[in-house]
């Protein structure tokens, strides 16, 4: 049995934040409905002038298992579809700006009346209150103002966005959470509530080792210390070079160094005062990087890592985005998994992160062309009529 077999969630997620929430929640069994609009959710559109008949694969990847439902919110008629469906609705996901729902004359204050059960998650990228509540909210301004482009990159160049998503995908999955708790809660209560996350709020967390620096620090430390420990406390912490690439090697304890040492064939650096103790070997990293560089640049990325595996020195070679899209290891675990897509031929889906042994993963449907289940969820589930279908087509609130 799926953990949440028979929850029902109308999923008005767009771009990654919201997508990823409800796509957690379709993994582990709920009935997910995505609503859009005529047009389609942004994502949907990302390819247009380019490959105007293929969904862009950011959208493949976040949607499957979910059924589309196609629909204007903005014309009366639709707006009351769309009540019909949160009367049973168990789970309302929406990262829309602040105060887009409530212009709708959806908010939460409407719908908790109808249904004191749902479960309202919003996830925004400054939440609802505070100064900078209505600010723009995407990836790259919660980076900018949450910490991550100032930590990212090297201390003599300018800030730099980290390459993933990670804005909005830890904004997504503590929206997930906050979204299991009031489900927990609702047991006892009765109740449903709202559910309120930042994305700026959640990224802050991840600024541990940045904050340390900081308020640790026995030296000025810079912002940005490149690959090296944020706190550029401990040495050997690099990437360094290979003949095929680039490995990163780190040692947190002495016996890392030791056996580092010993297994290149250096064990005089152990009685080096300079290297002697982590603190000296911090103090003197410049020196440090360069001895373990021109050792690695000599040796393939896998040479220098099964070698230094085996005597239990921390490191692993640094694979290309191709590489991790056909990893080894990420098929094994079942997140990279190939699907049949009726228009698209076989395209590779993402699996479930999170592993309840009770509850697989189970099998994975493609993500549905734009309001392909339009007249399955109005009737199955706003409980409308066939002739009212009909007059909601042909009055152009359905599609």
Known sequence: MQALKDVLVL????????????????????TVIKIEPPEGEPLRRRLLGFDADREPYE????????????IDLKAEAGKQVFLKLAEKADVLVENFKRGTMERLGLGYDVLSRINPRLIYASGKGFGLSG????????????????????????????????GPAVCDFMGGIHLFAGVMVALFQRVFTGR???????????????????????YNAVREVPERTGNRHSGLRLAPYNV?????GYVAIFCVSERHWEAFARYIGRPELLADERFKTNSARALHMDELDEIVAAWTSQRTRWEVV??????????????SVREVADDPHLK??????????????????????????????????????????????????????????DRLKRERVVF
């Open 11 to 30: 999923d008005l997620g767009q771009i990654y934040n919201g997508a990823y929430c409800s796509l957690l929640l379709a993994y582990f069994g709920a």
């Open 59 to 70: 959208f493949l990847m976040l949607n499957p298992n979910k059924l589309s439902l196609c």
């Open 131 to 162: 100064p900078y509540a209505d600010f723009p909210a995407m990836d790259l301004t919660v980076q900018a103002m949450g910490g991550v482009m100032a930590t990212t990159g090297f201390p003599d160049g300018p800030p730099v966005k980290a």
């Open 192 to 214: 449903g509530q709202l559910v309120e996350v930042s994305m700026h709020d959640a990224i802050y967390p991840a600024l541990a080792s940045p904050l340390g620096a900081l």
């Open 240 to 244: 360094y070079p290979a003949a095929d």
């Open 306 to 319: 099964w070698g230094l595996m085996e005597v239990g020195v921390p490191c692993a070679p640094v694979l």
């Open 332 to 389: 094994a675990r079942g997140m990279l998994r190939d699907v049949a897509h009726p228009e698209h031929g076989t395209i590779r889906l993402m699996g479930n992160p999170i592993r309840l042994a009770d509850s697989p993963l189970g099998e994975l449907r493609p993500p549905a062309p734009l309001g392909a289940d339009t007249e399955l969820v109005l009737r199955q589930y706003a409980g409308l009529s066939d002739a009212e279908v």
